[in-house]
């Protein structure tokens, strides 16, 4: 009997000067404007917030995003909760 190993993307984080911001083990682009990005990654959802946001790179192949603008917050939620169905107040109002 063989084992499988299911190996995990690392996510990393890096951020320089408050202004550009590369992160690896990203999953897929939820949703995204001027002011907020929401990302799916392998260890959950991130939301930055900040203004002037603008994806310059996105290669979701080897999952790495670059985000340059005035970055304000990163904030990690839940695996469960970044899946996008039923989140969210109103999510939860209309199941």
């Not at 392998?42 to 603008?69: F, M, R, Y």
């Amino acid at each position: 009997m063989t084992e499988k190993k299911v190996s995990a993307k690392s996510n990393n984080i890096i951020l320089e000067d408050r202004e550009k911001l590369g992160i690896s083990g990203v999953e897929y682009v939820e949703s995204f404007n001027d002011n907020t990005i929401v990302l799916a990654t392998s260890k959950g959802g991130l939301s930055i917030k900040g203004a002037s946001l603008n994806i310059s790179k996105l290669n979701l192949d080897d999952g790495n995003v670059t985000i340059q603008g005035v970055i304000n917050s990163i904030i990690y939620t839940n695996k469960e909760m970044s899946s996008g169905k039923g989140s969210g107040l109103l999510g939860k109002m209309f199941k």
